[in-house]
């Protein structure tokens, strides 16, 4: 039976690693050769989720079809966050909680995306629509992917159907949440070690609004001071990155998980959007984001619509 | 509560007008206020389906955000194939059966597609999800919906769930599955009073593969020689909508639903794309197309795929 490759986005987090994992589980008890993998390293937090559960890191992909043209997509299903060489492969389904853009297929696929804070949850329903009960350190994986992607249950993208189903999984993990989720949140925001260019790829995702191409990345932290004392060696590894891949704007979110807010660091001919967008002037490449600290929810949108307003 | 327009593709088929019609009444049931509307005339099969089971034909609805900002889409994707001034409604949900293209969102939304027969087969599994029941005449739609996307079981896009479902519904909306099947599509293969122009757009999609605007249409019939005595007059009506929309080739698909097979009628300047796709000589603009009965699994991926070579 041939292989078929279950990974997440680019620069994955803790959803992308554990939703491919998980799902990957099912499609197997299910009867399907599934494989999970990673389009990229695993950062601090997810590290330490697998090393908690006992669970192996996830083989490392970057070209999928060397190895199958199958493929099944979780979190994510733009194009640019993908595999490279994804426009080649033959996806069967993808699981997902954003926006879709930048997808196309050729045949009917299945595909299950609902507005819930994590991919997780979604798989976590799907489990129990095939009857198939929940391993402890697959429930495990889950409910860190949900702490993760809703910075435990503080995101405004967190739905009542995320916390309930983070409820029932931390029942069957065996841990406690509060105490468990706030030890991995910490694992992962702590930047000491990092270098600017570290910081900047940990959590980053490429966007095309029209004419526009834009990035967006995001580091979780303990206190944003750690991350902007080193603001030289950051905008060094940002400006690079503009010239790299041609980007109109880069946008770092520095996300401060104990008080729910974020500054931003911003570079790129377009800075000015991010001006309108959160509607404050930006000085010295910073602008606060007050109150942010979903991407998804409250960053793509209002850029996408002006990025698409500018490309009429 | 803001309005939420529920409705299928263009040149709607029983499935679009059906599906429209069953989801809305479910979301009605959740408490929203969803009401279902059409895009198009509805075809004579529909008319039969909504006449036999006492439903009311939903309202025609052109521009869909002159009412309302809210719509969810069934049985389609793609841009061209819903309303026109789609690209300024919010797209809440999408419940589908077909490929995913020309699809694009700002925000994250509910998306369910499966590779199934019938966008009703997928409605029948939300209702169960949901834990609503099925009133006997809605039943009787969503059946009605499962035998006119697979004439009667015969479509190799028919998956044994499709079958399954329309069963259960049968059992339902107490009808006799075979008996009722056939007099429904009896009364929509009725071709005698229909002009080249009615014909041609009855059941036409439109797709944009890379550089090239195609359109399929479709039509069944009991013996295809009632439509092809007017190929003059089809061939006619095939030129205007090749001038008007700048199509690239026009492919008019007339499937003969007793012996599940179809012949095709092809004008525009990429007709030898139809050949190399089917593997045999145009004479006449006819082409045989044995053992074809689906648009979306026998004739729309084997041009996506020249199509996409040749825009390449």
Partial sequence: MEKVLVFGHKNPDTDSVCSAIAYAELKKELGMNAEPVRLGEVNGETRYVLDYFKMDVPRLVTNVTEETEKVILVDHNERQQSADD???????????????ANFETADPLYYRAEPVGCTATIIKKIYKENNIPLKKEIAGLLLSAIISDSLLFKSP?????????????????GVDLENFGMAMLKAGANVSEKSGEEMISLDAKQFQIGDFRIEIAQIN????????EKQGEIE????????????????????????????????????????QAFNHPIENNRIPLKGVVSRKKQVVPVLTNLFEQKSR
Same sequence: chains 1, 2.
């Fill in 86 to 100: 994804i426009h080649k492969a033959k996806i069967l389904e993808v699981i997902d909680h954003h926006r879709i």
């Fill in 157 to 173: 993208t967190c739905t009542d159907e995320d916390v309930q189903a983070a409820k029932e999984l931390a029942d069957i993990a």
């Fill in 221 to 228: 932290t303990v206190d944003p001071n750690d991350v902007l």
């Fill in 236 to 275: 060094k590894a940002m400006e690079e990155k503009i010239a790299e891949k041609e980007l109109d704007l880069f946008l770092f979110v520095i996300t401060d998980i104990l008080n729910s807010t974020s500054v931003g660091l911003t570079l790129g001919k377009e800075q000015e959007v991010v001006e």
